[in-house]
T-cell receptor, first 112, second 114 residues
């Protein structure tokens, strides 16, 4: 049974810092891995999707990497801003009609 | 245009009632899902459905049942609501045979049981 773990559970840093969020998964037989952002009381916004054959994806100040064999992914946020404050969720997709398996998220606060 | 829309956004009801949450996607996707986010904010798959199969997470009580009138809709029916059903329910969709495409989520329905 797939399990996804995110470390740290919470993180508070000053504005402008670069930071890394970690995600690990137990079964490497995945099709893709997605990073989402969730703002309080809101739905999920997809940030990046990495195919199992890819090693990284970039979007603006965000860079996600994937090491499928070791079951790890990182989300790198450059030059953090207060607007980046949210909960970041990592999820893996194992194919077909299976849903995503989510981690419990990292609650990120960027201090102005 | 909203890609995945859920109604209602908020639902407050008494224990023991039966309620439904509607979900519609206009993306032409062939697979739809329901997820539950509990009070600790943990998201967990409840159902996934395409025109071929329904996959039910074994932890979901049989009081919960998805109904799909057509490919663009997957409604969630809940019978005999219990206090523990209070949560945020998210609908999502994807094109299941295209693994390079993300799942798209609705904004959630916040269910509160009194």
């Amino acid at each position: 049974k797939q399990e996804v773990t995110q470390i740290p559970a919470a993180l508070s840093v000053p504005e402008g810092e670069n930071l890394v969020l970690n995600c690990s998964f137990t079964d490497s037989a995945i099709y893709n891995l997605q990073w989402f952002r969730q703002d309080p009381g809101k739905g999920l916004t997809s940030l990046l999707l990495i195919q199992s054959s890819q090693r990284e994806q970039t979007s603006g100040r965000l860079n996600a990497s994937l090491d499928k064999s070791s079951g790890r992914s990182t989300l790198y946020i450059a030059a953090s801003q207060p607007g980046d404050s949210a909960t970041y969720l990592c999820a893996v997709y194992e194919g077909g009609a299976d849903g995503l398996t989510f981690g419990k998220g990292t609650h990120l606060i960027i201090q102005p | 245009d909203t890609a995945v829309s859920q109604t209602p956004k908020y639902l407050v009801t008494q224990m023991g009632n039966d309620k439904s949450i509607k979900c519609e996607q206009n993306l032409g996707h062939d697979t739809m899902y329901w997820y539950k986010q509990d009070s600790k904010k943990f998201l967990k798959i409840m159902f996934s459905y395409n025109n071929k199969e329904l996959i039910i997470n074994e932890t979901v009580p049989n009081r919960f049942s998805p109904k799909s009138p057509d490919k663009a809709h997957l409604n969630l029916h809940i019978n005999s609501l219990e206090l523990g059903d209070s949560a945020v329910y998210f609908c999502a969709s994807s094109q299941s045979d295209r693994t390079n495409q993300p799942q798209h989520f609705g904004d959630g329905t916040r269910l509160s049981i009194l």
